[in-house]
């Protein structure tokens, strides 16, 4: 295309069109080449030969970013793409900012279906499933300038005061001490002056810890609000981790786990364990919560911790817990879980060339269930009893209870309601 100031847009036929070897062009890093070029931009109008210029904006961006995916899977094909590109397509997961859900989204399924008409890919759709990502969030500052604009600060730079649940009171610029405005919490941007430097958070913290916090702080699908409180979270977490498997491989090597010589809390701890490692496979891979994975993740701990049985079995059902942690947060905190890993006795194979962990179907069995007991709808105790317990059991053993025989005090028992599994509801007057 030509651009005349007399003529407008003057279209050039394909054969009359300038030929550019890449010895011809100068890539600087910015900007378009031909463009940085007068002896190129620079022609005669073929319409009425006076001065004009050639079109530079020749390939738009999205031209570009509408293909890569098929391009990536296939490096080094001499055309578009080339036969890998039925291996690896469609895209099984596409993850990206709700910002692509109109334009790059729709470009991206127009220029894969162009693909399909022209025989260089088998499928209709680039991806299967999407996932729009929430925004990442944060405080912002700002002081009004004599012209009537602001000057954003980094909270980074900024000295706040909180009150006693943690809400925003006050806050000074560090550098000279004189308060700056409060503003909203917004998505981190560069206008904003409001993102915080990833690098200083792994010098600070470590990687693993920050990729941690990052998928503990919200759903993936939903805004995260930064907040270094937070990381200093996952950090403990970490290291009470760390602290925790350490005192157990100091005690020497496990034994293997025989399940069928477990007793008591020995068989509580390891059915969750695998109720853990049910929850945490399901969060993964069809929800995408990666914060209730962590949650449950940390229950087990917490119960790792409180598990006072330093017995032979014991120790085994220990020794699976921190090996199975190990293998769960491997996806998010690599470094931590290689280091437990070998820690724990295994360095004949990396933790990343083991499959996924399996529940033991066996174990999630309960010989016992813990029902609540209301007394006119109010809790009153709590009754652990054998699965297959009787009803009239049940009911006995709930009116035996000694916190329930407390508030019987001149009352009498009109009806007892058993929701099997659940609860024993006492009515009473």
Excluded at 80 to 97: E, H, K, M, S
Excluded at 135 to 150: H, K, L, P, Q, W
Excluded at 192 to 220: C, E, H, I, W
């Amino acid at each position: 295309m030509i651009l005349c100031p007399r003529c407008g847009d003057v279209p050039v036929p394909e054969d009359q069109l300038p030929v550019l070897l890449p010895e011809d062009v100068e890539f600087m890093g910015t900007g378009s080449p031909i463009k940085a070029d007068p002896a190129w931009r620079r022609t005669t109008c073929p319409c009425c030969g006076g001065p004009a210029e050639r079109e530079t904006d020749t390939f738009d961006t999205f031209m570009e970013s509408s293909w890569y995916y098929a391009r990536y899977t296939c490096p080094g094909a001499t055309d578009i793409v080339d036969a890998r590109a039925n291996y690896w397509l469609p895209v099984d997961q596409y993850i990206g900012g709700i910002e692509h859900a109109i334009l790059h989204l729709m470009y991206f399924r127009f220029f894969h279906k162009l693909l399909r008409d022209c025989g260089l890919v088998e499928s209709a759709e680039p991806a299967t499933r999407l996932l729009c990502q929430g925004m990442v969030i944060a405080e912002t500052y700002f002081r009004e300038s004599e012209t009537g604009g602001r000057e954003w600060f980094n909270p980074a730079d900024v000295e706040v005061e909180r009150d006693e649940r943690g809400q925003i009171i006050g806050a000074r610029l560090r550098s000279d001490g004189q308060p700056v405005v409060i503003g909203a919490v917004e998505k981190m941007s560069k206008s904003k002056n409001n993102g915080v430097d990833p690098q200083a958070m792994v010098d600070k913290y470590g990687a693993d810890t920050v990729r941690l916090f990052s998928l503990f702080a919200a759903p993936p699908e939903q805004s995260l609000e930064w907040n270094e409180a937070g990381v200093e979270g996952m950090s403990r977490f970490l290291r009470r981790l760390w602290n925790l498997a350490r005192r157990h491989v100091e005690q020497g090597p496990a034994p293997q786990v025989l399940p069928e010589s477990l007793v008591g809390g020995q068989r509580d701890l390891r059915r969750k364990l695998h109720e853990t490692i049910a929850k945490v496979s399901d969060d993964f891979g069809r929800r995408y919560a990666f914060n209730t994975a962590i949650a449950a993740v940390m229950e087990l701990l917490n119960a790792i911790a409180r598990f006072d049985d330093d017995s032979g079995p014991a120790r085994a059902v220990r020794q699976e817990c921190f090996e199975a942690i190990a293998r769960l947060l491997n996806p998010i905190a690599p470094h931590v879980c290689h280091a437990l890993w070998q820690a724990l006795g295994h360095t004949e194979v990396l933790i990343e060339d083991l499959p996924w962990p399996t529940v033991d179907a066996a174990a999630l069995v309960r010989d016992e269930v813990t029902l609540a007991v209301q007394l006119n709808g109010k809790l009153r105790a709590t009754l652990a009893v054998p699965v297959d317990a009787a009803r009239e059991e049940i009911e006995r053993l709930a009116l035996a209870e000694p916190n329930v025989q407390r508030f019987m005090t001149e009352l009498t028992v009109r009806k007892v309601i058993v929701v099997p599994g659940k609860i024993v509801n006492i009515v009473a007057g």
